[in-house]
């Protein structure tokens, strides 16, 4: 990837489109909720890779991302809670509670932060 500077922040082309970033929400996407959001859309997709191979449909997925941010230590993402939302009709909090103990080993980007971040997660089943 490559980012050119712009008056407000930097900018990269990926296969997508134009993404902008800049500390201010104003110009573009702000670096911390990139990373969060990289956390949250990787665990989703490895979750519904999960559930698939598992054999087991769903309806819907949500996930919400509680951050906890470090004033004192440069505003530094230290926690990320991930809360899962999934409407199935088949799926027990048994089976969910294992495919998310899956899904944590198998994002990568969990897996970027292990050790630097806290992740957790909790979930929420809808039937």
């Not at 969990?110 to 050790?115: E, I, L, M």
């Amino acid at each position: 990837m490559e980012f050119t500077m712009k008056e407000n922040g930097f900018t990269t082309k990926v296969e997508y489109g134009e993404l902008h970033i800049s500390g201010n929400e104003d110009f573009g996407y702000r670096p911390y909720q990139l990373l969060v959001s990289s956390v949250a859309v990787c665990s989703g997709g490895v979750l519904r890779q999960v559930l698939s191979k598992m054999r087991i449909s769903y309806d819907d997925i949500k996930i919400k991302a509680e951050v906890t941010r470090n004033e004192k230590e440069a505003n530094r993402v230290e926690h990320i809670h991930l809360h899962f939302t999934v409407k199935s009709s088949v799926l027990t909090e048994e089976k969910l509670a294992k495919a998310l103990a899956v899904t944590e080993k198998n994002c990568s980007m969990v897996q970027s932060v292990k050790g630097s971040i806290k992740i957790t997660e909790s979930f929420e089943l809808i039937g």
